[in-house]
């Protein structure tokens, strides 16, 4: 399962900050959700967010079938998420090294976006 918070608000050209005040949700809450798509909500955040937006649950959150979802990293291009290679060797710094470029590429947008 995942959350699909930082497409919905960037979709909906909604800050993090906005999604914050307007589900009244703790901030590190509201901040974890828009910045970790494995971080589910409980049932009382979820609640918020829902009523908050007038929403139903399937729109912010995904089911996958990687129970991990340890090689899944965000796609800058449209919010989605790219699902890396598992490397059989104990060297996987390559497969490092490339998403940690994909994430770089995200960071970038995303203050490019907030000037």
């Known amino acids: 399962m995942l959350n699909q918070i930082h ?5 909906r050209g909604i800050t993090r900050y906005r999604f914050w ?3 009244q949700l ?5 901040y974890r959700l828009c910045n970790d798509p ?4 409980t049932g009382s955040v979820l609640d ?4 908050a937006y ?3 649950p399937g729109e912010i959150l995904i ?3 990687d129970k991990t979802n340890e090689n899944l ?3 800058p291009s449209d919010s989605s998420f790219i699902e890396t290679s598992q490397s059989t060797s104990t060297d996987n710094s390559s497969s490092q090294t490339d998403a940690f470029k994909v994430l770089q590429g995200v960071w970038a947008d995303s203050k490019s976006k907030a000037s």
């Open 54 to 56: 007038k929403i139903q």
């Open 21 to 23: 005040q307007d589900t």
């Open 73 to 75: 990293i965000p796609n």
């Open 38 to 41: 494995t971080y589910i909500p």
């Open 7 to 11: 497409a919905f608000i960037e979709e």
């Open 48 to 51: 918020k967010i829902c009523s």
């Open 63 to 65: 089911w996958h079938e």
């Open 26 to 30: 703790g901030r590190d809450t509201a």
